[in-house]
C-alpha cells in the first residue's frame, strides 16, 4: 500500500471514530443523566432553598439574574460531560443526577462556592463585576459572566462588549463558554462551536443542522439549541411514548420529571418565563431562548421528526419535545470532542506512515 493509500485510509478512519452512522428509526437519548438545570431565580424551594430565588421583581427583567437560559443549559452540558462522559474540570464534580428526590450531601450551596449548579450562577462576592478582568486559570466564576448575560460579565468579548441587553447574545455563547473552560483549566478547552441555521446569516440550513444534532447526539454529546423564540408551556400533552428510561422518576433537585410534547408559539411573543426577551433575530446577535438538547426522534429514514430538550423552567416538564418542522431554531453550540483524543490518533496516523517507509 502506497503512502498516500494509507493516508486516505487512515483519513477515512479519523472521520469514522467522530461521525456516527445513522442510528435505527426511533427514539435516541444521550446516554445517562444530563442535569435538567432551572434558571438561578427558580430555587428558592423546601428541595433546594439555596438558591437566589424568588425573583425580587417578577416582569421585570432588571435583576441580576434574569434571563439566564444560556448560561443554565450550558452549565447543564457541562454537567454531562463531568458526571457521565468522565472530563475533569467541565462541571462542579457533584453527579447531582440520581433517581432520589434527596439533595446530594455534598453540593454546592449557594453562595459558598462559583460551581453551584455547575457553575450556573456565582452566588460569592468575589464573582468579578461587570468588565472586569478575565479571572485566569483556576479562579473560573460562573459561566453567565463568561457570555456577558445581561451585561453583567466578560466586556472583552468580540460580540458587542459593553452594549445593555437582556439575556445572551448567540454571537456570544461559544467564545463564553471556551473562556470559562479555559480557566477550569479543562482539556475541553476550545471545543465550542457556535453553527447557524439561515444561510443569509452565514448558516448552513435546517437539513444539515438536523444532521449535525443527530450525530452529536449518537456520540453522546449534548447540544445547546439556540431558538428565537421557545414554547406555550400550557400546551404540554403528554408523550408519545416515555422519556428517557435513565431518568424516569427524576425529581427535585434538577426540575421536574416527565415527558411531554409541547407547541412553539406560532410567532414571537416577546418573552417567556424567567423574565427573558427575546428579539426574534437570527444570528449573533439574537437574543431568545437557549435549551440542552438531550434526544430525537427520528422516522424510517433517519430524518429527524422531534427534538427532545431540557428547557431549564419549571413550567415544563424535565423532557420537552418538540416538532423539527416549524422549529424556530437560530443555531447549536457543540463541543467538538477532546483536542487530546485528536492528537492522539493524529500521532498514531504518523507512526504508521513511519513504519510503512
Request: with cysteine; net charge negative.
Amino acid at each position: 500500500m502506497t503512502n498516500r493509500k494509507l493516508l486516505c485510509v487512515l483519513s477515512c478512519a479519523l472521520v469514522a471514530a467522530f461521525v456516527t452512522c445513522s442510528a435505527p428509526a426511533g427514539r435516541v437519548y444521550v446516554q445517562g443523566l444530563a442535569p435538567n438545570w432551572d434558571q438561578p431565580y427558580d430555587y428558592a424551594d423546601a428541595y433546594d432553598p439555596t438558591g437566589p430565588g424568588p425573583d425580587p421583581n417578577p416582569g421585570n427583567p432588571i435583576n441580576p439574574w434574569d434571563a439566564w437560559c444560556t448560561p443554565t443549559a450550558a452549565a447543564a452540558m457541562m454537567g454531562h460531560w463531568q458526571d457521565v462522559k468522565g472530563s475533569l474540570l467541565t462541571g462542579d464534580g457533584v453527579a447531582e443526577g440520581n433517581q432520589a428526590a434527596v439533595r446530594p450531601a455534598n453540593a454546592i450551596n449557594w453562595g459558598a462556592g462559583a460551581g453551584w449548579h455547575d457553575y450556573t450562577a456565582d452566588g460569592t462576592a468575589a464573582r468579578p463585576g461587570p468588565g472586569a478582568p478575565v479571572p485566569g486559570v483556576g479562579n473560573a466564576t460562573d459561566i453567565g459572566w463568561y457570555m456577558n448575560t445581561d451585561n453583567r460579565g466578560d466586556w472583552g468579548l468580540v460580540f458587542r462588549p459593553g452594549v445593555p441587553h437582556v439575556g445572551t447574545y448567540v454571537g456570544n455563547a461559544a467564545q463564553g463558554l471556551n473562556n470559562f473552560l479555559t480557566d477550569r483549566g479543562s482539556k475541553l478547552a476550545g471545543g465550542a462551536v457556535t453553527t447557524y441555521v439561515n444561510p443569509a446569516v452565514g448558516g448552513i440550513g435546517m437539513p444539515a443542522v438536523l444532521q449535525m444534532i443527530k450525530q452529536e447526539i449518537d456520540a453522546n454529546r449534548t447540544v445547546l439549541g439556540h431558538f428565537k423564540w421557545w414554547v406555550n408551556p400550557q400546551t404540554g400533552a403528554p408523550g408519545p411514548g416515555e422519556g428517557n428510561g435513565n431518568e424516569n422518576g427524576e425529581v427535585g433537585f434538577e426540575g421536574t420529571s416527565g415527558f411531554s410534547t409541547y407547541q412553539f408559539w406560532a410567532s414571537n411573543p416577546g418573552g417567556g418565563v424567567g423574565d427573558e426577551s427575546w428579539t426574534g433575530e437570527e444570528g449573533e446577535e439574537g437574543l431568545g431562548h437557549t435549551v440542552l438538547i438531550v434526544g430525537y426522534d427520528a422516522d424510517i429514514e433517519g430524518k429527524l421528526t422531534h427534538l427532545i430538550a431540557h428547557d431549564n423552567w419549571p413550567a415544563t416538564v424535565r423532557n420537552v419535545r418538540v416538532a423539527t418542522g416549524n422549529a424556530p431554531l437560530n443555531a447549536v453550540t457543540t463541543l467538538v470532542p477532546e483536542p487530546a483524543t485528536m492528537s492522539l490518533l493524529v500521532l498514531g496516523a504518523a507512526a504508521l506512515i513511519r513504519r510503512k517507509r
